[in-house]
């Protein structure tokens, strides 16, 4: 006789339990009418904006499908896959909740779809609990203060544009600067406990460069990757972004410190313009309709600090159109985010990497996540630096004149070592303390002349 364990009874029961909650006893269905573009129209079921409906395409076969709209008497729906197979009067049938997503450890060394499905080959992906994709509201008064900083290992951040554990920040750039290597850095060095990455609308041949070449093998262990390219349908790329959040959202209620690296939030943008725009919205600006803008809070405001312990610290790319950063994408992403990273064409054609324009790049939370002696610090390195790029076409013509402005000959002597410290390799690691120290010890040097001419001034004063 095979004796059964208590725990093994508690799996047995949960694996039926599963099933259970997933049939449907009362089924609240209706047939497709039409199909208008990228939407289908049916008639019934009796349904919410917001729900999910399932649509048959063959003998058990299923699209999923959720309601944008309505139209009289008729239900508006984006589906969330391929309209291959749909046909006048196929059935469609209520689901009665809004997408869940599985969540747990195993996901972690996954790449998954944007609504959970397994892409890697190795199977199917068993987890215990599921977690809605539009997650659940967080009062702003149970979020705890931002108060530790994350560190991502690369100097250029760490040190001027340190970022706090649970701040939501952007990475502002054109295409081609370097973003993507910028985040495979930061899932490789950071010292989070998991990242949650979304690629979001990329190109499908990047999606695997990026798990293997930028994320690499021990990247991708303490990892899941979500994945929605391009040439999949709107809706299947705007669930990517919001399943990625939810499973974030999982890890942090464990009380872990999650990185969540979406690539991009343009490309997010740009698939609700799609839907907004099927479903029968005005164009606002630029072709974006109203509900882009009311919808990119609703995404970014799910990263933060929550009561449980944990934190979701945001890396959120934007792609600027023709390198303008004042785009409304770009300007409406500026508004809602903590801080930005700008990375700049010119470092990038000077073979500058990573290509951080410093002076152009902001964490709101900074002063809240360092100590004193590192940001005077920061705060000199970041005058120098101005002082010489205000300067810097006079200085290559030959125009300026040492002793003009002791600031910007200070820079002059200095620019060397300050360009060498935001330059960083791809494999080049350096921790948060080693950052630090020598940032400190690069400004203690230069405040050292300062201090012998004081003294001597003050000598011959006395004499």
């Not at 991502?152 to 054109?174: K, P």
């Not at 499973?247 to 839907?275: C, H, K, P």
């Amino acid at each position: 006789m095979i004796r059964i364990l208590p725990h093994e009874k508690i799996d047995i029961l949960s694996k039926y339990k599963e099933i259970v909650e997933d049939v449907e006893v009362i089924k609240f269905s209706g047939n497709v009418e039409r199909i208008v573009g990228l939407t289908i129209e049916s008639v019934g079921p009796a349904v919410k904006y917001g729900d999910l409906c399932r649509i048959k395409t063959g003998e058990s076969q299923y699209l999923y499908a959720e309601v944008v709209g309505f139209n009289r008497n008729r239900v508006i729906l984006m589906p969330i896959g391929d309209m291959k197979g749909v046909v006048p009067g196929a059935e469609v049938y209520a689901v009665g909740t809004s997408l869940m997503v599985p969540v747990g450890k195993e996901l972690l060394g996954r790449v998954i779809s944007g609504i959970g499905k397994p892409l890697d080959g190795r199977g199917e992906i068993f987890t215990r609990a599921k977690y809605p994709v539009e997650g659940r509201e967080i009062n702003p008064l149970n979020r705890t203060v931002i108060s530790q900083p994350l560190s991502v290992g690369i100097r250029a951040i760490d040190g001027l544009i340190t970022v706090g554990r649970g701040q939501r920040i952007g990475i502002f750039s054109g295409s081609g600067v370097g973003k993507s290597t910028l985040l495979g850095m930061i899932a490789r060095y950071t010292d989070a406990d998991v990242n949650v990455i979304a690629l979001i609308g990329e190109r499908g041949r990047e999606v695997k460069d990026f798990v293997e070449k930028e994320l690499g093998a021990d990247g991708l262990k303490r990892s899941v990757v979500v994945a929605a390219t391009s040439d999949q349908p709107p809706m299947l790329r705007l669930r990517g972004a919001f399943l990625a959040h939810a499973i974030a959202e999982y890890f942090r209620d464990q009380g872990m410190a999650v990185n969540l690296l979406l690539d991009s939030v343009t490309r997010f943008a740009m698939a609700q313009r799609e839907v907004g725009l099927a479903a029968g919205e005005p164009s606002a600006t630029r072709g974006y309709p109203p509900s882009v803008f009311s919808m990119m809070p609703r995404l970014l405001e799910r990263a933060g600090t929550s009561n449980t312990g944990g934190s979701i610290t945001g890396f959120y790319t934007v792609l600027v159109e023709g390198d303008d950063m004042n785009e409304p994408i770009a300007d409406a992403a500026r508004g809602i985010l903590d801080g930005h990273i700008v990375l700049d064409r010119k470092f990038a054609n000077k073979g500058h990497y990573p290509a951080i324009n410093v002076l152009a790049s902001v964490s709101r939370c900074m002063k809240d996540v360092v100590d004193p002696e590192h940001l005077k610090a920061a705060y000199r390195f970041r005058e120098l630096l101005a002082a010489y790029s205000e300067s810097e076409d006079l200085i290559n013509l030959g125009g300026y004149v040492r002793g003009a402005n002791p600031t910007v000959d200070k820079a002059i002597s200095m620019i060397g070592q300050m360009n060498e410290f935001l330059r960083q390799g791809i494999y080049e690691h350096e921790t948060f303390d080693g950052t630090k120290s020598r940032l400190i010890s690069m400004m203690a040097e230069e405040e050292k002349p300062k201090t012998r001419q004081r003294q001597q001034a003050t000598f011959a004063g006395v004499r």
